[in-house]
């Protein structure tokens, strides 16, 4: 058994079924079993607007245990007014019936279902109206007439026409029957040319027949022209205007044409046409890149005869023809203006010529880009892309013309010139800058003074622009407004951003000086408090000043500020005071006593903005004034301390003070074992060779010597200076002249590496800063004046006695004795003390120094010497290398 035969035989088994159980029925279909009839009265067709009257009828009546009822449908309505005449038939009324097509449905319902009893079609009309309008038509070449009428109204039922024409006598010569037509055509022969005959027409239908008015038939009033011929349709792309070139088989001396087009298969529309010469007739404002389809006839100039009818006599309209119209090339100049920049040193300047795109409704296609020409060039000197709207070219200073042209695929804009000169004249006055209520435009308006605009030597007027520039962005708005106009407005304005809003008056001359105006579209509040400053602040009154907000913080125009004081006191006090925005930016005023927290608000019409920071203050006291003279006092000391310290004899002399003040080892520069080259004999265990590059002498031994030959080695020298005490002082004296007068030897040990000092520059630099005991004589010239008492206390009188003083060397006084020195003189006049150095260097590197024998003087003011020593030492025992001979000098007293 193959797949076929199942489904043969499940088919036929829902076939069995349905002729059993009944047909299979979708669920909202109604089981039909014609058991019953409709009828309808007045008899179909009825006329329009009637009311019927429905029988419904069934064949039987129901039995009593069956619950049915019966309804009736119009159009799938049910019908509410009926009336049940007896078991079998309901009547139902049908009121003011106007659809010319309708239907109707009866129904039977059970409790579980419905059926259907009947259905009929209910089909309407109305009567012919008369014919009217009717005329006859034929051309001089024609062998046929047609006649024409209008019928009136729709019947909506089959409408024939009977066609009658008798001559004048009353003899038929046509009858001729036309169903549903509203036009005839006969021979032109059954008509004689110069008799006259009766037309008329009758229309009838199911509800009657309507005749026509008799119209008298002429051949000669029948003729019309020819109908004319489109040879060709010519576009020009510029403004779509297209040419229609005709012709006819008669003279068109004394015609008329007219021209009828549709699009897309649209109805007919006449349009108006302008004839250009014999035979060419141009038709106006069509649209771009759209399919046409033209028509025309043409007309006798004048009227037909029958003058109560005032008909032209025209021509059939002429075959169609079908053109596509070209995009449309731009016909207008751009709106341009431009921004001059600066002039270069080269004799050139930037210019930056703005535009507007042309207007959408002028060209088809898309722009393709445009071209910036200077003077009469034909070759562009800048090419700009299509998508912007400014371009920057340099241009010559001698150059006053530029223009600008807008290319697209149909061609391109007539250029339009961009005003560079200025023309020194004065423009017209801005008059009015109105924000407009909904806040998102300005409207602005101006007028030339007295009303007039410029006279003939001012130059016409060609158009004016308009600028609007925000502020402080810059960000510009500009039109072009046309020379009869007096007002614009400019729109896509932002709330609370200020515009600084400029008129220009361009002429023949050049560009008229602006008027400027700023405005803001909608004022809102500002959006920070000014910066407040306290200048003064007295018992019960303050001076402030405050800045100026920043434009974008503004928001609109300020009209006043509120300063409110606030007390820090247990009050908490405030108070306020509003000061209008045009006063100047500082004020007295009066507030309470103590401290104070100031703050300040700005206010536009819109209203009072934030608060701005908190500035406290409090009026100023006598302590104060004090603390300042104080602080001055401090300044001007550590000022004059500052310039003292910049003299370098000053400084040695407060170091010389400091190091005399201080401890003794303060002033000592400590030896540094590093550089012993005993230390370093000893740690090597050799004996020291003469090849040493150091300068240390070699060892010798160390011997002790009694008191007895401790002062002939070391004798002991009394100065007497006059009306003081004496004093025993060792005297030692160096080869180059310089006395030491020593009040107490200090212990000294051995330590050789000091002799070698005088041999390394950089450490016999610090040493000649550290141990320096007298300044040059420029020096001490230019500070003993000013400081030359500062050391009269200590040298002023003295006596010194070694005799029971033992002879101990100090490394400070040894090594001011070997150190080099170059030649110079020095003379210090302060204490009684004379002190002098010349050009004799140490030779460091012998084992011994032989040492002259000076001699020592006391002198008075007059150098007079009061007395002269001399003192010859010679080392016997012991090894003193770092003083070979002690020799004196002259001491001179120069101040008592």
Known sequence: MNLHST?????????????????????????????????????????????????????????????????????????DTWEKVNCTTVIFTLIDVRRPLSF??????????????????????????????????????????????????????????????????????????????????????????????????????????????????????????????????????????????????????????????????????????????????QVDDLRPLTAYEFQMRTCYSGLTRNAASERLICSKWSPSVRRRSPGKGPSQQLHVWRILGSQKTNGSRMVTVLWKPPPPEDYSGEVQQYKIFIGSDQNPREICPAASSQCSVQVPVNVQTLSVSAVTLYGSTPPADVPLRHSDDCGPLLKV??????????????????????????????????????VPAAELQWQQVAEDQNSTSFTGLTDGVRYNISVYAVTTRGVSAPSSGLVYSKEKEPLSGPKVWVLAHEAGRIWIQWGELPVDQQRGFITNYTIYLQTLDSRNTEISETVPGSDPRQKWLDCPEGALVLQMTASTSAGEGPRGSRIPSQPATAGVGLMVLIVFIITFFIALIANLMCWSCVRARIKQRCVSWGPAWFGENLPKPGNSVAIRLLEDGSEPTFSSTYSDPPLSPISLISQEERDDVYPT??????????????????????????????????????????????????????????????????????????????????????????????????????????????????????????????????????????????????????SQYTVETTLTDGYFPQVAAVSSAPICDTQR
């Open 717 to 866: 020298i009394h100065v007497e200076i006059s009306g003081q005490p004496t004093a025993e002082t060792p005297l030692l004296t160096s080869d180059s002249g310089t006395m030491l007068a020593v009040s107490q030897l200090e212990d000294v040990s051995y330590k050789p590496q000091i002799a070698m000092l005088a041999l390394q520059e950089e450490e016999g630099t610090e040493t000649d800063e550290e141990h320096m005991d007298v300044a040059t004589i420029e020096e001490e010239d230019g500070c003993s004046s000013m400081y030359g008492g500062l050391f009269e206390d200590f040298l002023s009188s003295v006596e010194v006695d070694f005799s029971d003083v033992p002879l101990r060397l100090t490394l400070r006084s040894v090594g001011g004795l070997l150190r080099p020195k170059t030649q110079e003189t020095t003379t210090v006049l302060n204490g009684g003390v004379l002190l002098g150095r010349s050009e004799n260097k140490v030779a460091a590197d012998s084992p011994s120094l032989d040492l002259q024998q000076d001699e020592i003087k006391m002198c008075d003011t007059a150098d007079r010497c009061l």
């Open 433 to 470: 800058l109105a924000p407009s209520p909904n806040g998102s435009a300005v409207l602005v308006s101006w007028s030339w003074p007295g009303n007039k605009p410029w006279s003939p030597p001012g130059g016409e007027v060609l158009h004016y622009v308009l600028e609007c520039r925000s």
């Open 104 to 281: 109707v449905r009866c129904k039977r319902h059970y409790a579980q279902r419905s059926e259907i009893v009947g259905g009929l079609d209910l089909r309407g009309g109305l009567p012919p109206d008369k014919p009217a309008n009717i005329f006859c038509e034929t051309t001089r070449s024609s062998d046929f007439i047609n006649c024409l009428w209008e019928r009136g109204q729709e019947t909506h039922l089959p409408t024939t026409y009977n066609v009658s024409i008798k001559r004048a006598n009353g003899t038929q010569v046509l009858l001729d029957q036309i169903r549903g037509a509203e036009e005839i055509t006969m021979p032109r022969a059954m008509i004689g040319e110069n008799a006259e005959h009766q037309l008329i027409i009758t229309a009838y239908n199911h509800f009657g027949a309507s005749q026509s008015d008799p119209v008298t038939l002429c051949v000669e009033d029948m003729v019309i022209p020819e109908t004319p011929r489109i040879i060709e349709v010519k576009f020009e792309s510029i403004s779509i205007t297209a040419q229609l070139q005709w012709e006819t088989a008669e003279s068109s001396e004394h015609l008329r044409s007219y021209v009828r087009l549709s699009t897309d298969n649209s109805s007919w529309e006449a349009v108006e046409r302008t004839d250009v010469s014999k035979g060419l007739t």
């Open 7 to 79: 489904i043969w035989r499940f088919l036929i088994l829902l076939l069995s079924l349905s002729i059993k159980r009944g047909p299979l029925l979708p669920a909202d279909c109604l089981r039909f079993e014609g058991c019953g009839s409709l009828t309808v009265e007045p008899a179909l067709p009825f006329l329009l607007g009637s009311n019927l009257t429905v029988y419904c009828h069934i064949t039987k009546c129901p039995q009593r245990r069956e619950c049915s009822r019966i309804s009736l449908e119009l159009n799938y309505e049910t019908v």
